[in-house]
């Protein structure tokens, strides 16, 4: 069949019309191969940053249970040392108590002050600190000055209160 004929074919016949429309249409844009969208991955989400610091709840806690800021803030030179010391007693043992209660601190190790150990190797200088004449070179043992503390657990108490008190460590105190 000659273009002639093939034209005619198009004009009189819409079957042969709708065919070469098809094949005109897919020439002009060539499929390509259908590739699958790649799954969404959604960028989790920040916690919130916490309303108030853990630093502000453990002073508040400190200050609520053993009145330890209010000490620590006060001048001392007009008292005696034994007036002093009769407060000192009830702040160190209100404060152990929180201390114990919110971290359960326990020494890093078990040998006594003054005995001689063995410096760990590698030396991991969060744990072991090196003191001394010979703290510049790579001692294999010393003798103990300090055992050290570590946190055997760390529940501060969850705080409830207000923005504007968020920085507040203790709130002030109004007798009626």
């Known amino acids: 069949?000659?273009?002639?004929?093939?034209?005619?074919?198009?004009?009189?016949?819409?079957?042969?019309?709708?065919k070469i429309t098809s094949l005109l249409t897919e020439s002009a844009t060539p499929k390509l191969p259908v590739t699958p969208e790649p799954p969404r991955v959604e960028k989790p989400v920040p916690p919130p940053k916490p309303a108030r610091s853990d630093a502000i709840t453990l002073l508040a806690t400190l200050q609520r249970e053993a009145r330890l800021i209010d000490f620590l803030k006060e001048p001392i030179d007009a008292?005696?040392?034994?007036?002093?010391?009769?407060?000192?007693?009830?702040?160190?043992?209100?404060?152990?108590a929180v201390l114990e209660r919110q971290f359960a601190i326990r020494p890093l190790t078990d040998a006594a002050e003054g005995a001689s150990v063995p410096v760990p190797q590698p030396l991991d200088p969060g744990l072991t600190k090196l003191s001394g004449p010979g703290a510049s070179g790579t001692p294999t043992a010393g003798k103990l000055v300090h055992h050290g503390?570590?946190?055997?657990?760390?529940?501060?108490?969850?705080?409830?209160?207000?923005?504007?008190?968020?920085n507040v460590i203790g709130p002030t105190e109004i007798e009626v």
């Open 1 to 18: 069949m000659g273009r002639f004929g093939l034209a005619w074919k198009i004009l009189t016949s819409s079957a042969w019309a709708d």
């Open 79 to 96: 008292y005696s040392d034994a007036q002093i010391g009769a407060a000192v007693r009830d702040i160190h043992r209100d404060s152990a």
């Open 149 to 166: 503390w570590t946190a055997t657990r760390c529940e501060l108490p969850t705080w409830t209160g207000t923005k504007p008190s968020a």
